[in-house]
């Protein structure tokens, strides 16, 4: 029932080499629907508010066989549909240059004895410093597309691309693994693109990082204890008997780099701080920060690497610990690159809230492993199409003029309301002459208040 509006139409058709002409028919519909649904995203719920000409028949057995086998049966993969999904996002959005990628692993809450893949794993958002919560639930380890818009005060988005999911047990993949495996396509995609990856903590392993690609810098956090040593191997005394050394002496580690910075109280020497001026997490700020180049065994072998310690003077940010494996990049460039992180932690709620991807229940293996994903992939086609045209749209400019104070337009509840409002009048207009369509659309729209009560 609901119009592909014109401005919609090219990035939907840009997908369809990923599924066979019914897939894609289906796919179409699914796409309308989830960005439709105003209640709880359950696929029952995403399929009537697709077809609300006409409510399901409850007592009919098998009414959504064709949205479960969208999931379950149809010949559509994730790595065939992330990779349209990156060639649209780097065509459309004319990414030049070396293209950021940020890395992070987040909890969908489910619940079920035979829900396939459930475990318990760490659920950041309950978390504390002090106190380490867990939740039953999907851990998806994801890959997005970090995006910066120079016309706007938000300047970086985070568009999903890949998701792979963490399994429970000692055997599974870690979540580093999973995250090389899909940087590994990424780079075989493009085998000419140059790529900086943004992570955590928990992906400054060896798991990703050992043998990394030329083609890849990595910017990320380490540990404040960690043991580092020098770069520059000493020589080895004449007739030396034993291992020769493959690694400097003990350097300092951030921690106590930080320490030794404190403690200098002249302008000279190698441990001193200095006053760079950034724009992280959407204010510019002066930061002091602390950089020397180390070699760092345990997460990348004998590679040297550059590490950043930064500290907010007005003690607002705790200290972090950076580094980067370009030993030639800037201390405000590693800064500003590993904020621009922040982006996909707004990504996962967002993708929480809006589409509810937490809402769709299925218990088979192929169902699991594709709905999360699709659903991801959804999420970058709509904000791909609300940068590059559905701005400009006489929807979004209504949308604007009642946006409150702390409303953002860039954010996808906002996107996700223009595309609403501009499928619902395509849907009025066309019909709106004659009298009988016009009931027949009353009554859909009275069928889709019902489906959200």
Known sequence: MWPMIPSLEPFVQALAPAFTLPSFHTHCQLLL???LCLGNHRLCRVADTAQPQALRDHAQRHGLDTTYNFF??????????????????????????????????????????????????????ASTQKRTATASGHNWVVVA???????????????PLLARLHRPGKAQPSCPQLARAMLAEVLAWFPGRRFTVVGDGGYASKALLAGLDERVTFVGRLRGDAALFGPRVPKAPAGQRGRKATKGPRLPSPKQAAAKADRQRTGGGAWVWQDVAVTAYGQARTLRALAYEVVW????GLRPVRIVVVRDPGEKLRDAYLFTTDRDASVAWV????????????????????????APQHDAREAVEKVAPWVWSLQSVIMVWYITAGRTLPEAEELRAVMGEW???????????????????????????????????????????????
Not at 78 to 84: E, T
Not at 88 to 117: E, M, Q, S
Not at 297 to 300: D, F, G, R, S, V
Not at 335 to 350: G, H, K, M
């Open 145 to 159: 597309v970090a995006v910066c818009l120079p016309f706007s005060h938000t300047p970086i988005l985070a568009l």
């Open 407 to 453: 409303d953002s337009e860039w954010s996808l509840r906002h996107m996700v309301a223009v595309l609403r409002r501009a499928t619902v009048n395509a849907a009025i207009e066309p019909i709106s002459g004659e009298p009988a369509d016009l009931l027949k659309l009353c009554e859909a729209l009275k069928n889709c208040v019902n489906l959200a009560a």
């Open 297 to 300: 065994p345990t997460a990348l």
């Open 72 to 125: 379950e049966r149809a010949a559509w993969t994730v790595p065939g549909l992330a990779y349209r999904l990156a060639v649209l996002i780097f065509t459309r959005l004319n990414l030049c240059g070396a293209i950021t990628l940020l890395v992070d692993d987040t909890l969908a809450h489910k619940r079920g004895k035979h829900v396939w893949g459930l475990g318990w794993f760490r659920d950041a958002v």
């Open 33 to 35: 629907g989830w960005a």
């Open 335 to 358: 800064v500003t690159q590993f904020a621009w992180r922040w982006s996909i932690e707004v990504l996962f709620r967002a993708s929480k809230q809006v589409p509810d991807i937490e």
